[in-house]
């Protein structure tokens, strides 16, 4: 685990939401946070707890049914849910890409749907992989971004 990687234990929705506002702290804009863990495991919690932090107000809705959503805050910011795509990867720029604006902070659960190259850019990127242990506990691995080299 490198010096930027970090692995916590939230006992709690409040823990989660503590720990992402944390991580939003810390975010800058152009940074790209790639969310990955399994249905339920608390990846919308995080994002709006992230979102939060970074001075999104009103509803924060998961975007699973719309793909993306755009909020002001302090720094642009952008939710992307990709579990239900289904497109060929050659037509996901086009549709993704007002959400990648390098200006803002994007999250991204479900990354690891066919995206062609759309992750490939110079800009800071981020994990964060959340596991459910057992009843509200949770492991969440938290890898800061870092300049692709």
């Given at each position: ?26 975010l800058q804009p152009g940074d790209l946070i790639l969310l990955v863990g399994e249905v339920g495991a608390g990846k919308s919690t995080f994002v709006r707890s992230a979102l939060r932090e970074l001075g999104v107000e009103g509803p924060i809705p998961s975007p699973t049914f719309t793909i993306g959503r755009a ?79």
């Open positions: 685990m490198s010096v930027a990687d970090s692995k916590v234990v939230s006992e709690d929705e409040g823990g989660t939401a503590r720990i992402a506002a944390e991580f939003a702290g810390r909020y002001r805050g302090r720094v642009p910011a952008f939710h992307l849910d990709l579990y239900r795509l289904e497109l060929p990867a050659e037509e996901v720029p086009d549709l993704l890409g007002e959400y990648l604006d390098p200006s803002g902070i994007t999250f991204v659960e479900w990354p690891d749907r066919p995206m062609g190259n759309l992750f490939d850019s110079p800009r800071r990127i981020g994990r964060v992989e959340i596991r459910h242990l057992d009843g509200d506990r949770r492991e969440i691995r938290l890898s800061e971004p870092v300049s692709p080299d």
